[in-house]
T-cell receptor
Framework: DQQVKQNSPSLSVQEGRISILNCDYT??????FLWYKKYPAEGPTFLIS?????DKNEDGRFTVFLNKSAKHLSLHIVPSQPGDSAVYFCAAPNSGAGSYQLTFGKGTKLSVIP | DTAVSQTPKYLVTQMGNDKSIKCEQN?????MYWYKQDSKKFLKIMFS???????INETVPNRFSPKSPDKAHLNLHINSLELGDSAVYFC??????????????FGPGTRLLVL
């Protein structure tokens, strides 16, 4: 039962253009969402997050949009750079007695073409 | 300085063996985690642990056991390794803050191959 879904396994974008990565979720109890970025042979690194009380959060070239009614969020990268090429994971925390375990999507591999 | 480190980076072993993966964090965090990334690339939580309690994902076989000698370490011990245990295992840590979610910092992963 995938509670966090990333339906696009890969995405290719030209350098300088916008990259849009999508994520859907099924658990209406989720109230916080995160994007992690992962390079090969490295662990995931936190990129940006959004609380369910907001519909947008921006940090430099990265913006996350949340549509609660559609249970959908997206990560926009503008302008895309070759160094952005990585796997991007959408995630949401499940609270369990004060410890927050992350539920991850399957990831989308972004390739930014110079 | 590496914030969350894991050893070994690669581990190749025979079915039936017992092995341990070590994790250390120098961030002063209260909570540590183990995640498994399987062949289908799903990253799934296995355990979360702080000085108060261990929370185990119910799908994790009891051959897997986390051991924490102190707050900065959470090692993963695996008994009677099976072929299906082959995966990348990630350690992570975060600050304990009760009701507020805190960023989790991940280690580089340990690639386990069971032959």
């Amino acid at each position: 039962d995938q509670q966090v879904k990333q339906n696009s396994p890969s995405l290719s974008v030209q350098e300088g253009r916008i990259s849009i990565l999508n994520c859907d979720y099924t658990n209406s109890m989720f109230d916080y969402f995160l994007w992690y970025k992962k390079y090969p042979a490295e662990g995931p690194t936190f990129l940006i997050s959004i609380s369910s009380i907001k519909d947008k959060n921006e940090d430099g070239r990265f913006t996350v949009f949340l549509n609660k009614s559609a249970k959908h969020l997206s990560l926009h990268i503008v302008p895309s750079q070759p160094g952005d090429s990585a796997v991007y994971f959408c995630a949401a925390p499940n609270s369990g007695a004060g410890s927050y375990q992350l539920t991850f999507g399957k990831g989308t591999k972004l390739s930014v073409i110079p | 300085d590496t914030a969350v480190s894991q050893t070994p980076k690669y581990l190749v072993t025979q079915m039936g063996n017992d092995k341990s993966i070590k994790c250390e964090q120098n961030l002063g965090h209260d909570t540590m985690y183990w995640y498994k990334q399987d062949s289908k690339k799903f990253l799934k939580i296995m355990f979360s642990y702080n000085n108060k309690e261990l929370i185990i994902n119910e799908t994790v076989p009891n051959r897997f056991s986390p051991k924490s000698p102190d707050k900065a370490h959470l090692n993963l011990h695996i008994n009677s390794l099976e072929l299906g245990d082959s995966a990348v295992y990630f350690c992570a840590s975060s600050q304990e803050s009760g009701s507020q979610w805190e960023t989790q910092y991940f280690g580089p992963g340990t690639r386990l191959l069971v032959l």
